[in-house]
Nanobody
Framework: QMQFVESGGSLVQPGGSLRLSCVAS????????MAWHRQAPGKEREWVST???????YYTASVKGRFIISRDNAKNTVYLQMNSLNSEDTAVYYC?????????WGKGTLVTVSS
């Protein structure tokens, strides 16, 4: 069973940077794509970025050019480097993957962008 633990969220000023981490366990990490999603206060959860098992990356339009997703298969970890943060990036960030048609989620890490 897929399990994920996110970390790295905190309060950051507009224009700042953060790197989120998601440590995976319970499966062969290198064989699966990984995704980051986020949920802002009062809004639905939205997809942010995906990295495939072969390191192909995808981004939603609002973060393209500012966020970078990467993975370290030796550490069973996926990262989200977030730059040029603004208030609209405030959200709980979740990592997710899918196995046998079922989605597995972490519990999330809170990112607050505020001065």
């Amino acid at each position: 069973q897929m399990q994920f633990v996110e970390s790295g969220g905190s309060l950051v000023q507009p224009g700042g940077s953060l790197r989120l981490s998601c440590v995976a366990s319970g499966f062969t990490f290198s064989e699966y794509g990984m995704a980051w999603h986020r949920q802002a206060p009062g809004k639905e959860r939205e997809w942010v970025s995906t990295i495939s098992s072969s390191n192909v990356t995808y981004y939603t339009a609002s973060v393209k050019g500012r966020f970078i997703i990467s993975r370290d298969n030796a550490k069973n970890t996926v990262y989200l480097q977030m730059n040029s943060l603004n208030s609209e990036d405030t959200a709980v960030y979740y990592c997710k993957s899918r196995m046998n048609g079922r989605d597995y989620w972490g519990k999330g890490t809170l990112v607050t962008v505020s001065s």
